[in-house]
């Protein structure tokens, strides 16, 4: 089951105020970006998030994920705590890069 658009616009909606949100569906899924940066994976309406050091505290209680085969394991983000969200992304955000576009060949 792929990603509702009713979904990644909740998504969104949980995590405004934080910066320049915007979203881009990827392989039938979604990328969430903030402040053009790369922090939130939603695959089958659910939404995940690297395993960084900087939310390992925050995040100790998180179930773990696979986005999708093949994928490392990532944080399942409860997307319904609007408080803590934001306070994981925000932290996810500062130390995420702004990806480089692949030049075309």
Request: glycine share 4%; charged share 30%.
């Amino acid at each position: 089951m792929a990603t509702t658009n009713e979904y990644i616009e909740y998504v969104c909606e949980q995590i405004k105020g934080i910066g320049e949100i915007r979203y881009k569906k990827m392989f039938g899924e979604f990328m969430v970006y903030v402040n053009d940066k790369p922090v939130i994976i939603v695959c089958n309406n659910v939404p995940f998030v690297k395993k960084l050091d900087c939310i390992k505290e925050m995040m100790q209680d998180a179930e773990i994920g696979y986005p999708y085969k093949g994928a490392k394991e990532h944080y399942i983000l409860d997307i319904d705590n609007t408080d803590f969200c934001r306070s994981v992304i925000i932290e996810v955000e500062k130390v995420t890069s702004i990806p480089i576009p692949k030049k075309k060949k």
